[in-house]
Nanobody, 124 residues
Framework: QVQLVESGGGLVQAGGSLRLSCAASGRTFSNYAMGWFRQAPGKEREFVTAISWNGGSTYYVDSVKGRFTISRDNAKNTVYLQMNSLKPEDTAVYYC?????????????????WGQGTQVTVSS
């Protein structure tokens, strides 16, 4: 099991930027892929992006492609989500998640451990 703690959320105007961090502890961080999901009010939790165990592969949903960047620092047991050109529709609680697989996973069911979430609010 791995414990995940997100930070970096907040309130930002449209067009602004935020950087989310997710610190992991527990099982060996560098062995597994990580993902970010988000959940807006009244909506299902949705996949946003993921990164493979060594950072060699990443994937983004179309709605954030070109604006968001996922990265990881295995020496610091941390995964990051740099969010630029934010839009009001990006407003949600953002969750990081860990899978037991080394390769990128897209399904929520493939992730075993979740952080508590951090709120991102983008004003128009």
């Amino acid at each position: 099991q791995v414990q995940l703690v997100e930070s970096g959320g907040g309130l930002v105007q449209a067009g602004g930027s935020l950087r989310l961090s997710c610190a992991a502890s527990g099982r060996t961080f560098s062995n597994y892929a990580m993902g970010w999901f988000r959940q807006a009010p009244g909506k299902e939790r949705e996949f946003v992006t993921a990164i493979s165990w060594n950072g060699g592969s990443t994937y983004y949903v179309d709605s954030v492609k070109g604006r968001f960047t996922i990265s990881r620092d295995n020496a610091k047991n941390t995964v990051y989500l740099q969010m630029n050109s934010l839009k009001p529709e990006d407003t949600a609680v953002y969750y990081c998640a860990a899978t037991k697989y080394g390769s990128i996973q897209f399904l929520r069911s493939r992730y075993d451990d979740w952080g508590q979430g951090t709120q991102v609010t983008v004003s128009s």
